[in-house]
């Protein structure tokens, strides 16, 4: 199998256990197993202390769809596949993709977004975020341009990472039209929904926005609990679901059962966990971009509307990759640069999920600190 190595795993694979800070998080503050147990309602302790630790059901416990699909207005626990979240792209990219296909992907993206539908001998076109003043905008423009008789998938992720960016209703609005009308899947990466930034400007999930459209969610992101590795696919063709349970099982075939227990749990208690991962988020953002005005002179803050990162921009003469083994190799600080994404320019991510990262920009203030006066 040709690929390329997955760049950005692999360098949190090599430095994120060994850095002391960590300034480029994806994840939101996680939650202890004795912190999600105090949330829990009485069903599911009760579920939780008979767990015997068997097989579990392929498509997931029958409990934990139908509480996934209660995040999709009008959805089912038939829409609904669990998985882990890689592997739901890994399963997802394989059943809709054939060689010679074409597919359009936005960018920057987390690496597989691309790197499969590139495995699997397809073409991939980039559908790229640009800077418009201090915030990132797409141009459904580009996207027209970029559609032919061949694209097989358009591949979107809102809120963005690493940019935060979220589209105005209209963007959506026409996205869906384009591929409607031309019979193209949407793959809607959705991992950082409900962590937007502007109360009540959630967009809706594209899960339903027409026939061929396959969301992908979890509890990675916004519920902070990335070691549960549960996630979900959600559509409503039904056909293309069952072929993507099908593939499942030459992946995992099931999930862990304690995970879906807890996973249970959490779902039931989504509005207090998010709320309060979009209270640190809210708290972060402010320092943030306090820190971007004491040091104007080195980087430009580019505001993200959702999710928990963010993708400011350094200026000359600070070169990001240099800057970034600077910061790991002096202050014991793991920062991730653009070039990690496949993405010119000197951009750098910051995490914006957890507690800690006003502790970590004041280290990264002492290395441009000492960046100037030397």
């Known amino acids: 199998m040709d690929i390329r190595d997955f760049q950005l795993e692999r360098f949190f694979a090599a430095h994120e256990f060994e850095a002391r800070f960590l300034l480029s998080p994806s994840d939101c503050e996680s939650l202890s197993l004795e912190d999600l147990l105090a949330l829990a309602d009485s069903d599911s302790l009760k579920r939780w202390r008979q767990l015997r630790l068997g097989y579990t059901q392929s498509a997931g416990h029958p409990d934990l769809r139908a509480e996934i699909a209660r995040l999709y207005p009008g959805a089912s626990s038939d829409d609904v596949l669990v998985c882990a ?16 296909d074409r597919v359009v992907v936005m960018a920057p993206c987390y690496q597989s977004l691309a790197e499969l539908p590139a495995m699997l001998g397809c073409a991939v076109d980039r559908w790229e975020v640009r800077t418009e003043g201090n915030r990132w905008t797409l141009d459904p423009d580009e996207l027209v341009a970029a559609l032919t008789p061949q694209t097989r998938l358009v591949i979107v992720n809102f809120p963005h990472n690493p940019t935060g960016y979220i589209p105005s209703s209209d963007l959506i609005a026409r996205l869906v039209e384009l591929t409607a009308a031309r019979g193209i899947y949407i793959f809607s990466d959705e991992m950082y929904r409900f962590l937007e930034h502007c109360p009540g400007c959630r967009p809706d999930s594209l899960l339903g926005a027409h026939e061929r459209v396959i969301a992908l969610g979890g509890l990675s992101k916004a519920f ?46 989504k ?34 509307d959702g999710g928990s990162t963010a993708f400011p921009r350094l200026r000359p003469p600070l070169e990001m990759d240099e800057f970034c083994d600077r910061l790991l190799q002096r202050r014991g600080v793991l920062a991730v640069s653009g070039r990690l994404f496949d993405w010119p320019g000197e951009h750098i991510r910051v995490g914006l999920g957890r507690r800690d990262l006003p502790e970590v920009l004041a280290v990264v203030a002492q290395e441009l600190e000492s960046s100037s006066s030397g």
Not at 227 to 250: E, P
Not at 254 to 262: G, K, N, R
């Open 85 to 100: 979240p890689e592997e739901g792209i890994f399963i997802a990219m394989h059943v809709l993709l054939q060689p010679g």
């Open 224 to 269: 902070g609990l990335p070691g549960l590795r549960v996630g979900w696919l959600a559509t409503r063709d039904r056909r293309l679901l069952n072929r993507c349970a099908a593939f499942k099982d030459y992946t995992t075939i099931c999930s862990a059962a304690p995970a879906e227990i807890l996973a249970i749990m959490a779902l039931r208690r």
């Open 271 to 304: 509005s207090e966990i998010t709320a309060a991962n979009r209270r640190i988020i809210s708290v972060n953002l402010e320092a943030c971009r306090e820190f971007c005005r004491r040091h104007s002179s080195w980087l430009d803050w580019l505001e993200p």
